[in-house]
């Protein structure tokens, strides 16, 4: 079955860095674009990023581009995402999930069909 393991998030200062993990199975992994979302406390799914599946085409938020920087590995099954200058409203859950979304608006679980149980990223001094 299709699973998806996110692992890499913290308690880190602001300013820090953070590098996450999005390991998968049960699918054929570069066949898939790949997305990350996150979810602050009290509020709803907020999209990230997106990479398709050979890496040419990828898209940012707003709110992380030029800080966070996602990447693959397609023999490794496994998606990244490298996070530079942490601010604390950077906290969150963060999720990979299997799709390509790119939206400045808020996003619903339903919009892709697979995604991960989350790792959470605390960015405080």
């Known amino acids: 079955q299709v699973q998806l393991v996110e692992s890499g998030g913290a308690l880190v200062q602001p300013g820090g860095s953070l590098r996450l993990s999005c390991a998968t199975s049960?699918?054929?992994?570069?066949?898939?674009?790949m997305t990350w979302a996150r979810q602050s406390p009290g509020k709803g799914l907020e999209w990230v990023t997106a990479?398709?599946?050979?890496?040419?085409?990828?898209s940012y938020a707003e709110a992380v581009k030029g800080r966070f920087t996602v990447s693959r590995d397609n023999a490794k099954n496994t998606l990244y995402l490298q996070m530079n200058r942490l601010k604390p409203e950077d906290t969150a859950v963060y999720y990979c999930?299997?799709?390509?979304?790119?939206?400045?608006?808020?996003?619903?679980?339903?919009?892709?069909?697979?995604w991960g149980k989350g790792t959470l990223v605390t960015v405080s001094s």
């Open positions: 999930a299997r799709g390509w979304i790119s939206t400045a608006g808020p996003i619903l679980a339903s919009d892709m069909d697979y």
């Open positions: 049960g699918f054929t992994f570069s066949e898939y674009a």
């Open positions: 990479i398709n599946s050979d890496s040419t085409t990828i």
